[in-house]
């Protein structure tokens, strides 16, 4: 009786998924890292709030500061609200997961310019430290600052899901709860600002 030689392995989807997963995940920025970020963030706005109340600017310099003041805010919030776009665009199901991870790379850094230029500017235009509505702006300028480092490395995170189209349910709850609290940070400043600016 002839010897039977044994069936090679069937070559599926899911082996050829398997072994397109095989490729090293991209590396996580460490979380010490994301964290003395955030303290040196949070150190720098306490600087600047001392600073605003120790600069008397002429009225030359507080023109050009509200010039940039105004042009950082162009800066960051029209890119926040492009990556912020595109990821409601992903959530419903109306765009690729790697374009809004394009579109967030590409656009991290006039969004940290726009976020730096609003900080510093504003210590030229006389801001009343002894307002609640102040008070409440700069928190909300750094809940934007800490959900910015938490938006970075949920970027990371889903990064790894980049080619699959899909990410975990509990990935795609923290991307829209960041996309709100950036929404609502950002144009809680802004308003916040304007309102400042009219009395």
Same mark, same amino acid.
Request: proline share 6%; charged share 15%; with cysteine.
């Given at each position: 009786?002839?010897? =039977? ?5 069937r %070559?599926?989807a899911?082996?050829?998924?398997? &072994? ?8 996580? =920025?460490?979380?010490? +890292?994301?964290?003395?970020?955030g ?13 605003a ?17 105004? &042009?950082s805010l162009?800066?960051? +919030? ?19 997961l &790697? ?17 730096? !230029?609003?900080?510093?500017?504003g210590?030229?235009l ?7 509505? =102040? ?19 949920l970027?990371q995170l889903?990064?790894r ?8 349910r509990?990935? +795609? ?7 709100g %609290? ?5 144009? !809680? ?10 009395s």
């Amino acid at each position: 009786m002839p010897r =039977t030689l044994p069936r090679p392995p069937r %070559i599926t989807a899911l082996t050829a998924d398997a &072994a397109a997963t095989e490729e090293p995940l991209p590396r996580l =920025t460490p979380g010490w +890292l994301l964290t003395a970020f955030g303290v040196l963030t949070a150190g720098f706005l306490a600087a600047c709030l001392w600073t605003a109340g120790h600069v008397h600017a002429d009225a030359t310099l507080q023109n050009t500061a509200r010039f940039l003041h105004v &042009a950082s805010l162009v800066a960051g +919030l029209g890119s926040v609200l492009a990556v912020d776009w595109l990821a409601v665009l992903w959530l419903s199901g109306r765009r690729p997961l &790697a374009a809004v991870l394009d579109t967030a790379c590409a656009l991290q850094t006039p969004i940290w310019a726009g976020l730096g !230029g609003l900080t510093v500017t504003g210590l030229f235009l006389r801001p009343d430290l002894g307002s609640p509505l =102040t008070l409440v702006k700069l928190g909300l300028v750094l809940a934007v600052t800490l959900n910015g480092l938490h938006a970075h490395r949920l970027g990371q995170l889903l990064e790894r899901f980049r080619d699959h189209g899909q990410a975990p349910r509990r990935l +795609l709850v923290r991307s829209a709860a960041a996309a709100g %609290i950036s929404q609502i940070g950002w144009w !809680g400043a802004t308003l916040i600002g304007y309102l400042n600016s009219r009395s």
